[in-house]
């Protein structure tokens, strides 16, 4: 039977042996030997020399070393603990935890020292706001983390760390405020996540593809969250936040299709500002879907609907064309789907430039050319505008989707093709639901005051949070009555 010693020595030699980077640092004590394993470019060597080498260095000379006693008398590292299973060390040095096996002991100590590369705070770039705070997430969860937890201060915030991927074995953090939060969404939400049977998840879409009920629809059921303080808006509503380890996007859910026009301008602005911003993206969003196939309808199938002499100046317009409208518009989004995509690739230095040039010389060029109609021009101009308005561009870019699929159902129907194919988008819409939520709430199933809330949402105006929501907790504010004397009072 092998003895403690020659079992510490196998071991060690096993580790060593899978060639995976790990340093050992060997310290004899009285009547053994430790080893120290860790991975320099995952150790902060600096704190593994100062609160763990020096300290054992100097205690071994006289003292005979068990994990426990070593960690309670000797080691000054904030973050350790006492394991005994051999088989989660390699992955406690993966995961930059530095292990310390004893020959004299068949437990082992496992030190978080782990040290990773970040970048500071940046600002947003997706969810910009003007009143907003400039901090938003980065690619470290913990750091994440602690800026939820600089905000919500409550004793309810519950943080539930889970493991996805066979290979990554990325770190997934599930948060939401425990009295308020649904249990049913929190539940079903971790027992995704604990199905998923993977490689790997290295970025939060990754998960959120994995996490949908239908993964072939084409509408985002869960919402992205950059911003910090709108997590944490979010947090307050009811919602679940999920932050992925090595991405500087969360998620939010359940999420309905209104929640998707939501700015945090809407909340720290004027109520009725937020109303005006929030009907100007209702607006766009539809403009963005229909705007081209309304001009091809009008132009190739329906000229009786426009005034005689303006049906006249188009079809002297088009008359140029040399080719009908439905393929002139296609060709036309397609180009300027092109100039967006290439603005997206090219260095940021530059990317004006091109901008610049697809847009003006091209557009003129296209113009004089008479491969294009000027009208058709403007209508995709604007289109293009109307789509950076939604707050999530991850609802844009399904409109972008559906548009060019409207434009040629149009294309060949005329309106009665594009009120179709708009109904269909509808029933499909209606018949969605994110994690138990109905996905066009608070208009199916309707209810009047979260349908005010949708384009009104104020703490000042509204106490209750979203009741298609189904919150423990449904009040977010106390209610001010007067009371009979002078003054006020304020209940629950």
């Known amino acids: ?34 080893a120290v394993l860790y991975i320099k470019q995952l150790t902060d060597t600096k704190q593994l020399s100062e609160n763990v080498i020096r300290p054992l260095v100097s205690a071994s000379p006289k003292i005979c070393l068990t994990a426990e006693l070593a960690m309670n008398r000797f080691l000054y590292a904030a973050d ?74 409550d004793k309810n915030l519950r943080i539930k760390m889970l493991e996805a991927g066979k290979r990554t074995k990325t770190r997934i953090a599930i948060i939401y405020l425990e009295d308020v939060a649904n249990d049913t969404v929190v539940s079903e939400l971790e027992k995704r996540i604990e199905r998923i049977d993977v490689d790997g998840v290295v970025e939060s879409g990754e998960l959120q593809s994995l996490l949908l009920n239908n993964r072939n629809n084409l509408f985002p059921q869960m919402g992205l969250v950059e911003r910090s303080d709108m997590a944490c808006r979010l947090l307050l509503s009811g919602r679940v936040i999920t932050l992925v380890e090595g991405s500087g996007l969360g998620l939010s859910a359940p999420a309905a299709f209104i929640e998707f026009f939501y700015s945090c301008d809407d909340l720290y602005e004027n109520r009725f500002f937020g109303l005006f911003m929030r009907i100007i993206r209702y607006i766009s969003a539809f403009t963005t879907l229909t705007a081209s ?40 989004e397609f180009l300027i789907e092109v100039i967006r995509e290439s603005l997206l690739r090219v260095p940021r230095h530059i990317g004006s430039a091109i901008g610049i040039v697809g847009a003006i010389v091209i557009g ?13 021009l403007i209508i995709a101009s604007v ?49 969605l639901n994110s994690f138990g939520v109905p996905y066009m709430a608070p208009f199916a199933p309707f209810n009047l005051y979260d349908f005010i809330r949708g384009f009104i949402d104020n703490t000042a ?14 009040r977010r504010k106390k209610r001010q009555t007067k009371s009979k004397n002078a003054g006020s009072s304020w209940q629950q």
């Open 1 to 34: 039977m092998a003895t403690k010693q020659e079992r510490f020595h196998h071991l060690v030699n096993s580790i060593l042996k899978l060639n995976l980077n790990i340093t050992r640092r060997t310290i004899p004590y009285e009547g053994g030997r430790l």
């Open 383 to 431: 289109s293009l505008l109307t789509s950076f308005v939604a707050a999530d561009y991850t609802l844009a870019n399904s409109f972008r989707i559906l548009k060019f699929m409207l434009l040629i159902i149009t294309g060949f129907f005329g309106f009665y093709g594009f009120t179709l194919f708009l109904c269909l988008i509808l029933s499909a819409l209606v018949s």
């Open 364 to 376: 003129q060029a296209a113009i004089s050319a008479g491969l294009f109609s000027p009208l058709m």
């Open 461 to 474: 105006m509204s106490p209750l949070r979203m009741k298609y929501l189904r919150t423990k907790d449904n």
């Open 293 to 332: 196939s309304v001009y091809v309808a009008l132009t190739s199938f329906h000229t009786d609907a426009m005034p005689a002499d303006y049906a006249i100046l188009l079809a002297e317009m088009n008359s140029r064309v040399p080719f009908p409208s439905v393929v002139g518009a296609f060709l036309l």
């Open 80 to 153: 350790c603990s006492i394991k005994k299973n051999t088989a989660k060390i390699v992955d406690s040095i993966l995961s930059g935890q530095t292990v310390i096996l004893f020959s004299t002991d068949t437990a082992y100590l496992t030190v978080n020292l782990q040290k990773i590369e970040r970048r500071t705070i940046p600002t947003p770039e997706i969810e910009f706001a003007l009143r907003a705070g400039r901090d938003s997430f980065i690619e470290n969860l913990d750091t994440n983390i602690s800026l939820i937890r600089y905000r919500i201060k």
